[in-house]
């Protein structure tokens, strides 16, 4: 089976990002999220990735809330250039949450930076710009629902409603590795809030690996 990291979603809630590697060498990027919260939690955003961008093939988005997509121009600040599969509706949402994300950005920096300068302090830089948020924004391949692609040699993708918000999909990996394809499912956020496993249960039934993320309920979360 491929090797499937954790790298992000196992200590908190938001922030999801798994890596999922074949033995042939693919190297996928599921989820690319920004930790949300706490001053100690949103310091994480700052570390480096616990793998090199520049050696994955590519990054697959479930939907384009900012704790599953808010560190993609972090990424692509670091060295990846390849392709951000999305679905059309993910695709053109992104660009609106995360140019509001790299302008924040921008804004708590300049801020801060004005304070560090009375205390005498070097001054800081943006996690990331609204610039790299552009370049970004021009490595998205957006996909309809229900139609395959391959995301890696060996690592084909589709997407599946998954009535969370516009455009958000239910994952499926089918994923050769040693001449056998193993499917792997992962659930995104699902629903939004009577009725979280409506749409595409059928998907969810037909996994060899289903990976689950908590339901949000009626929690609101950006
Ligand atoms: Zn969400």
Known sequence: MALFSFLGA??????????????????????????????????????????????????????AHIDHSGLLPRLT???????VHVTTATGELLELMLLDSANL???DTEWENRWRARLGKPPITPLYTVADTERMLKQRRPHDYGEPFEAAPGVQVTFH????????AIVQLDVEDFGRTRRLVFSGDLGNSCSPLMHAPTVLQQADVVLMESTYG???HR
């Open 161 to 168: 409603d998954a009535g969370h918000i516009l455009g958000s």
């Open 77 to 83: 600040a670091a060295g990846f250039k390849g392709p």
């Open 218 to 220: 009626n929690r609101d």
């Open 10 to 63: 196992i200590q908190q809630v938001t922030g999801s990002c798994y890596l999922i590697e074949t033995h042939a060498g693919a190297r996928v990027l599921l989820e690319c999220g920004m930790q949300q919260g706490r001053r100690k939690d949103e310091a994480g955003n700052r570390a480096n990735f616990p793998f090199d961008p520049q050696t994955l093939d590519a990054v697959v988005l479930s939907h």
């Open 105 to 107: 950005q921008e804004k």
